[in-house]
């Protein structure tokens, strides 16, 4: 099992980054019922002001090939469309795990 955690960060006032992130976490949560080859997906809006990162995403695929599936999926795409512009930084790392 693959785990891909990424962390985005985004531009404008607090208000606007507050309310691309929650267009994109309710976007991304629905990936799983759209693609065959995620197999989970947890979103969180970061809550500590103190903080520059905006919003996490941890999901689950068997293999790195059925990530990058569920990167180039439509649905994914139009999910990504939604920070298109608004996006100042993206952090990612991918590893296996033991179940």
């Known amino acids: ?16 980054r507050r309310e691309v992130a929650t267009r994109f ?3 991304l949560l629905a990936l799983p019922q759209q ?7 947890e979103v969180g809006l970061n809550e ?8 996490v995403l941890i ?3 068997e ?9 180039a999926h439509p649905a994914h795409l139009a999910a990504v469309e939604i920070i298109a512009g608004h996006k100042a930084g993206r952090a990612c790392v991918d590893y296996t795990i033991d179940e």
Do not use: C
């Open 1 to 16: 099992m693959v785990k891909h955690v990424v962390t985005f960060q985004f531009a404008g006032s607090p208000e606007i």
């Open 59 to 61: 999901a689950q695929a």
């Open 48 to 55: 500590n002001p103190a903080e520059q990162w905006d919003l």
């Open 25 to 27: 976490r309710d976007a």
């Open 35 to 41: 693609i065959e080859e995620l197999k989970s997906i």
């Open 63 to 71: 293999t790195l090939a059925d990530i990058a599936a569920y990167s």
